[in-house]
């Protein structure tokens, strides 16, 4: 068997009903790996949204994680119902300035997830879905273009991989089932 990464694995799993802790995963009596389970019931509303707007105002780059954290508002332990706390996950992103475009798509896409199983007052269904601009379409493009990235990524490597191997430019596009243009582009890129 081959070992493709000495990385360690781990996972981690945001839940609204579980507190934090770590189960561990067999995958044979030798080989394991840890999932961190992380309670977003173990965090303030109140003080996470005051910790995030503080980031905000500092320097305005909040991470992956913080991001995804704040649209999963609704799930922390608050005063407020879910409906209030989606409006608020809604508002506090769509003020966020120069928010990452694929990152903003995915965190906006699971709002409007949040809100069309959460929210019934139609009102309010209306603002939130006007704030994080519209309808669905925002998480299937954000899915195509992480899609078509990897696949870009992976034939990148092919035509690399055949070149070192000899390859020529007909027979590289031939294999790997991609355009010539492709190919040339690569190994502009990885031969100059």
Same mark, same amino acid.
């Given at each position: 068997?081959?070992?493709?990464?000495?990385?360690?694995?781990?996972?981690h799993?945001?839940?609204?009903?579980?507190?934090?802790?770590?189960?561990w995963?067999?995958v044979?009596?030798?080989?394991?790996?840890?999932?961190?389970?992380?309670?977003?019931?173990?965090?303030?509303?109140?003080?996470?949204?005051?910790?995030?707007?503080t980031?905000?105002?500092d320097?305005?780059? *909040? +991470?992956?994680?913080?991001?995804?954290?704040?649209s999963?508002?609704?799930? &922390?332990?608050?005063? =407020?119902?879910?409906? %209030?706390?989606i409006?608020?996950?809604?508002?506090?992103i769509?003020?966020?300035?120069n *928010? +990452?475009?694929d990152i903003?798509?995915?965190?906006?896409?699971?709002?409007? &997830?949040?809100?069309? =199983?959460?929210?019934? %007052?139609?009102?309010l269904?209306?603002?939130?879905?006007?704030k994080?601009?519209?309808?669905?379409?925002?998480?299937e493009?954000?899915?195509?273009r992480?899609?078509?990235?990897?696949?870009?990524? =992976?034939?990148e490597?092919?035509?690399?991989k055949?070149?070192?191997?000899?390859f020529?430019?007909?027979?590289?596009?031939?294999?790997a089932?991609?355009?010539?243009?492709?190919?040339?582009?690569?190994?502009?890129?990885?031969?100059s």
């Amino acid at each position: 068997m081959e070992i493709k990464s000495k990385k360690p694995i781990e996972a981690h799993v945001l839940s609204s009903v579980e507190t934090n802790r770590v189960k561990w995963y067999h995958v044979n009596p030798d080989s394991k790996f840890p999932i961190y389970i992380h309670s977003l019931k173990s965090y303030d509303e109140k003080e996470f949204i005051n910790t995030m707007k503080t980031k905000i105002e500092d320097d305005g780059n *909040l +991470n992956e994680k913080e991001l995804l954290m704040l649209s999963l508002l609704c799930f &922390m332990n608050s005063e =407020k119902n879910i409906p %209030d706390l989606i409006h608020d996950s809604a508002t506090i992103i769509t003020n966020i300035a120069n *928010l +990452n475009n694929d990152i903003a798509q995915f965190v906006k896409g699971i709002i409007l &997830m949040l809100c069309d =199983k959460f929210v019934d %007052d139609e009102l309010l269904n209306t603002r939130i879905i006007n704030k994080v601009g519209g309808n669905m379409k925002v998480v299937e493009d954000y899915a195509d273009r992480v899609a078509e990235r990897k696949v870009n990524e =992976k034939n990148e490597a092919i035509v690399i991989k055949l070149r070192k191997k000899g390859f020529k430019i007909e027979e590289i596009a031939e294999t790997a089932d991609v355009s010539q243009d492709f190919v040339e582009k690569i190994l502009a890129k990885v031969e100059s």
